[in-house]
């Protein structure tokens, strides 16, 4: 597929995204878009679902190969998927990700930032952190 092509499919999926478009999105990827293709800003279209709360397109990226784990480091979309959708409680796509292998424990910014939990206890999003904490995530302790 030509570089143009590789774009313009980029562009659709992330229009998709924007608009919570889950039938776009399928089509999209159906064209052969890349679930783990970065925006110009270096945002992933799974970061940018599960800020917003986009459970069924989350899915929908999952299932086309997006990696759960993966760290976006567009402008102001920094960060893991998990931590994202933690950070502002949309609990059912924390439990799509948990579901699809995300690790609950995994902090952002390489190991040195905050964890999935440290957000949702944040802010506050009580109903995430229990999700999170019966998935495995552990609090930090005053020694770590």
């Known amino acids: 597929m030509?570089?143009?092509?590789?774009?313009?499919?980029?562009?659709?999926?992330?229009?998709?995204?924007l608009r919570g478009d889950a039938m776009r999105?399928?089509?999209?990827?159906?064209?052969?878009?890349?679930?783990?293709?970065?925006?110009?800003?270096g945002t992933l279209p799974l970061y940018e679902a599960s800020v917003n709360g986009r459970t069924e397109i989350v899915r929908l990226l999952l299932d086309a190969g997006a990696s759960p784990d993966a760290e976006s480091s567009g402008i102001g979309a920094e960060g893991t998927p998990l931590c994202a959708a933690a950070c502002w409680?949309?609990?059912e796509t924390v439990r799509e990700l948990l579901a699809h292998g995300a690790d609950p424990g995994l902090r952002e910014d390489h190991g040195a930032g905050r964890s999935p939990l440290e957000w949702a206890s944040g802010?506050?999003?009580?109903?995430?952190?229990?999700?999170?904490?019966a998935a495995g995530a552990a609090p930090r302790t005053a020694a770590g």
């Open 123 to 133: 802010g506050p999003h009580p109903e995430t952190a229990a999700l999170l904490i």
């Open 2 to 17: 030509k570089q143009r092509q590789r774009k313009k499919l980029s562009r659709h999926l992330f229009e998709g995204i």
């Open 25 to 41: 999105v399928r089509t999209v990827l159906r064209s052969g878009a890349d679930p783990e293709r970065s925006d110009s800003e």
């Open 89 to 91: 409680g949309h609990t």
